[in-house]
C-alpha cells in the first residue's frame, strides 16, 4: 500500500460506518486544507464549516468536492 487513500478505500470506509466518513475535496495539487488557509472552499463550502460542522456532530457535515 502507497499510503494514500484510493476512492475505494473511502467508498469501504464510508459503507462501514457511513455517520463518520466523509470528504472534502477540491480541485488542484494541494491536499493539507488545515495548514493553510481555512477560507478555501470545496463545492461552496470552507474548509473552516466543513471542519466547524464535523466537530459539532451537525447533519451540514457531508462529503463535499469541486
Known amino acids: 500500500m502507497d499510503g494514500h487513500i484510493t476512492d475505494y478505500h473511502k467508498w469501504?470506509?464510508?459503507r462501514a460506518d457511513?455517520?463518520?466518513?466523509?470528504s472534502?475535496?477540491?480541485n488542484g495539487t494541494a491536499?493539507?486544507?488545515?495548514?493553510?488557509?481555512?477560507?478555501?472552499t470545496a463545492g461552496a463550502v470552507t474548509v473552516l464549516d466543513w471542519v466547524t460542522s464535523?466537530?459539532?456532530g451537525s447533519a451540514d457535515w457531508i462529503s463535499t468536492s469541486d
Open 54 to 56: 464535523m466537530l459539532a
Open 24 to 26: 472534502c475535496v477540491r
Open 18 to 22: 457511513p455517520e463518520r466518513m466523509h
Open 12 to 14: 469501504t470506509l464510508a
Open 31 to 40: 491536499h493539507t486544507f488545515l495548514l493553510g488557509d481555512t477560507r478555501l
